[in-house]
């Protein structure tokens, strides 16, 4: 169990266009989903935390109109880069959290999708 | 706020030999959650096993287990029988029981099990 996807695994794009990157938890109910971002050789950043139905939550010094966030059900959760510029090309990794208190949601694991590399021409 | 430190940015280890990576925190929460997760090179985060800051054992999955020492704010990893399949980055991160509950990595540690 606990089986989270991330899709595309990556993608080239001009300067100028948006991308969306989605999150699915495929065997479980994610009440929360958290959006990283990992530069080459770095750790992960945290970029903005997204709660089904409501918006998310974005940390300080991320631009939520150029990092679009949506979580429109308890399984997907979409990342959208507007207007994608060369600064952005980076990895992006997403996670899922299970809710409730009991099975996985007792421990508070998240778990992770494959990650979405994306380079920006 | 909370901070993990990895003081080891690479390690190395001969196959089949244990070996422990280093990870302290610091935290002002009361309650929160321990974790480690393996990043090999093709870039998925893979669970690998979680202490609870009021479980009285130290956790255990397998060849993992997390030596939790709460007085002095540490949680290390042990793997045991190093396979070659085990060189990959490894980070620690914590989360606070209350709030958003987010995760707050460290640098990672970089393992390469030696032949």
């Known amino acids: 169990g606990a089986v989270v996807s991330q899709h595309p695994s990556w993608v080239i794009c001009k300067s100028g266009t948006s991308v969306k990157i989605e999150c699915r938890s495929l065997d479980f109910q994610a009440t929360t989903m958290f959006w990283y971002r990992q530069f080459p050789k770095q750790s992960l950043m945290l970029m903005a935390t997204?709660?089904?139905?409501?918006?998310?939550?974005?940390e300080q010094g991320v631009e939520k109109d150029k990092f679009l966030i949506n979580h429109a059900s308890l399984t997907l959760s979409t990342l959208t880069v507007t207007s994608a510029h060369p600064e952005d090309s980076s990895f992006y990794i997403c996670?899922?959290?299970?809710?409730?208190?009991?099975?996985?949601?007792?421990?508070?694991?998240?778990?992770f999708g494959a990650g979405t590399r994306l380079s920006v021409l | 706020a909370q901070k993990i430190t990895q003081t080891q940015p690479g390690m190395f280890v001969q196959e089949k030999e244990a070996v422990t990576l280093d990870c302290t925190y610091d935290t002002s929460d009361p309650s929160y959650g321990l974790f480690w997760y393996k990043q090999p090179s093709s870039g998925e985060m893979i669970f690998l096993i979680y202490q609870g800051s009021y479980d009285q054992q130290n956790a255990t999955e397998g060849r993992y287990s997390l030596n939790f020492q709460k007085a002095r704010k540490s949680a290390n990893l042990v793997i045991s029988a190093s396979q070659l399949g085990d060189s990959a980055m490894y980070f620690c991160?914590?989360?606070?029981?209350?709030?958003?509950?987010?995760?707050?990595f460290g640098s990672g540690t970089r393992l390469q099990v030696q032949p």
């Open positions: 991160a914590m989360r606070p029981d209350t709030g958003r509950r987010a995760l707050t």
């Open positions: 997204s709660n089904e139905g409501s918006k998310a939550t974005y």
């Open positions: 996670s899922a959290r299970a809710g409730g208190t009991g099975g996985l949601g007792a421990k508070n694991i998240q778990y």
